[in-house]
């Protein structure tokens, strides 16, 4: 199974998903066969590292900073993905432009909370990057629950 995380750039949020969504599935049984990558909807940043902040914040939290460098989530991209996880709504749209028949989770939908939208860090500061690292975090064990799910894998 193949997974990307999306957001805009593919410098903050989605590599931050990405890392962290590894980490977890790396210590999950039974999920030997899944992949996790990210991408943007846009292609501003490709072949970019994650911005440093993100890099930084990871860190704080006690995760790696290797992620994928920045790749845009084009209809070809999208081909070869089995579940995308979208950062707002906007991107769920666009990937659904890009590819209609994908599977696309909006990540604080699995939360349940007031604001379906992961705000975007990039003009914050370290507090915001830390914030969006605790959604990520506090969205895995859906996120696990969801792949799980896919995969027909017993909860």
């Known amino acids: ?12 949020r989605s590599p931050m998903g990405e890392v962290i969504l590894q980490d977890h599935v790396r210590r999950t049984v039974g999920m030997e066969t899944v992949d996790v990558t990210s991408a943007g909807t846009a292609r501003w940043h490709v072949g970019e590292p994650m911005d440093a902040r993100a890099a930084a914040s990871l860190r704080r939290g006690g995760y790696s900073t290797d992620a994928s460098m920045g790749s845009w989530a084009t209809a070809e ?3 070869d993905i089995d579940l995308a996880v979208a950062m707002t709504r906007e991107h769920r ?4 432009a890009r590819r209609p028949d994908l599977r696309v989770v909006l990540l604080r939908e699995l939360l349940g909370e ?7 860090p990039y003009f914050g500061n370290d507090d915001d990057f830390d914030r969006c690292r605790d959604t990520l975090e506090r969205a895995i064990p859906e996120l696990l629950r969801e792949i ?5 894998l017993s909860t």
């Open 1 to 12: 199974m193949r997974i990307a995380v999306v957001c805009t750039g593919n410098i903050c």
């Open 77 to 79: 991209f999208l081909r």
């Open 93 to 96: 749209q666009d990937l659904l």
């Open 114 to 120: 007031g604001s379906l939208d992961v705000p975007d």
């Open 148 to 152: 799980r799910r896919v995969l027909d």
